[in-house]
């Protein structure tokens, strides 16, 4: 089908002229239109009914890969839309234990409370000499939960004096009862209340104690920690041909275009049983009527017609050269009315295959419609990428991903900016947010040390003093390449109190002990890494939380003020 347009081209370099359209006499914009044979209704019938055809394949495991040169270090695990969000399943953080920490403080004033209640005040007070807080406890940044730490009794440690006798009818140990005092009831009373602690306690430590004893957190299982980026891979039972890559994922929120079309099947995916609505594929048809598309300020469709003056396209102000506005102008003057859409009921996270899209217009003339990418070369709007030697994945398929609505994100628990520095020819890692033990955000000083005072005879320093919360990333050597660098993060070396002392950065999202990036990573803009919490809730009602780790593009280089060889006079 072959469509010819008529428009005209302005003489004058703006677009006032055009756009107000004047008309002398519309009778002879009607003789034109006569002439040029727009009422003979050759190839100009309008669309009246939509037709699309497809078949819709669900994803059912999933593999993290966050080293790319050993794509099976993990293994897969099944994984449908009815599981939960993809985001959850892509983004959230192991337990780190904080969740426990906090139960311990929890239990410790539970524990009290009961104690008061029951008319034992003082052996709540007696508790804390019993049941203590190791030396080496949990860091907390709180004052509430530092008190409440320093008031009350280790919920780990009472757990594990009162779990011997908690059973119904066993007694209290002698050297317990000596440690507390009291008469014959008050005992009684003592233990009836532990016990019940204890029956609260007990499930809810089993829920959250972490797997592992405390050490470094580890990182999300998708997640690159040398490319800062989520990796994965998602598979179909009823796709046998294709998968779904996310490569290069930052985090924040899944959508068409976090994905990339690959060919083939792995040959490890497990062999257990799918379960019957996503082991086939789903047929997809619709049959509708096309409605225009429309947005705000578009032209009326009658000539004549009085338009919202809201947005006024008319009095934008374009040279010549300012290209995006003149095309915009030109779309939604032109070309605005040349859009149509049908709604296409699709199963959520499906990967659908479109096979035909059968256009009837007002004539009974039956078009069948194509993929746009297909004759126009750079298309990409809702296509994948997809293989060189399979370009029809891109052409053909539509992913229709799992996205979440309106999650609820807090603001950043723990954000670091990675630097550059020109004029100390290094780049820094700046900790503005971190969390502690018990998982609570907290502030990070931004103190800079103080320049020593002026003496006779002037003082040489090595180097000059840097903020505490600034911490070297130092280029290196990738060992068994000479052309490619790593961007290293060393401990900040200090003086502070007559000794050098090492600190490394708080918080979980640089903990690693041999954090590193690849050079090419870190450009002039910087970066900016940050853990937020993510409630959503899914479409069956259930509630989602965790905890997941996003790149942005950072603000500018940096100067940390570090100078090498000072003399100060």
Known sequence: MTTTRYFPVGRAAGVEEGLAARLADPLWLLARQWQLGEFRGDDAGSATSVTVAGVAHHPTWWRPEPDADQPAAHPWQPWTVADGPLERLIEAEPDTGAAYTRLRIDAGVRARRLLVTAGLASFAAKLVVLAPWPAQSPSTSDPVDALAKSATADGDALAALIGPWSAQGSPVPPQIVAALGGTDAQITTFANTMR???????????????????????????????????????????????????????????????????????????????????????????????????FAGMPAPRFWEFEDATVDFGSIDASPADLAR?????????????????????????????????????FGVVDQLGPFAATSAGWRMYSLQAPTDHPELALNYFWCAPTLSTPQVSPAVERATLRRDEMAETAWAVVEYATDDAGRSYTVPNDKAAMPAVTDPPQYLVETPVAANWYPVVPQPIPGRIDAYQLVLEALVRRAGGQIVETRPPGVVLAAPSWWIHEEELGRAGLTLDRRVRLARWHDGTRHRWIGRSVWPGTGEASSGLLWDVVVE
């Open 196 to 294: 019940t602690w204890f029956g609260w306690w007990s499930p809810r430590a089993a829920a959250t104690r972490p797997p592992a004893a405390p050490g470094v957190p580890p990182d999300p299982p998708a997640w690159d920690p040398h490319r800062l980026e989520h990796r994965g891979t998602l598979a179909f039972a009823a796709a046998p041909t294709l998968r779904l890559q996310f490569d290069r994922y930052p985090g924040g929120g899944v959508d068409w275009y976090a994905a990339d079309a690959a060919d083939g099947q792995p040959a490890d995916l497990p062999a257990t049983p799918v379960a019957a609505p996503f082991a086939a594929p789903q047929p997809v048809s619709e049959t509708g009527v096309p409605l225009p598309t429309s």
């Open 326 to 362: 003149l095309l915009l102008v030109e779309f939604t003057t032109v070309y605005g009315n040349d859009w149509f859409s049908l709604p296409v009921r699709l199963p959520l996270g499906s990967l659908v295959r479109v096979d035909t899209v059968s256009v009837t217009d007002s």
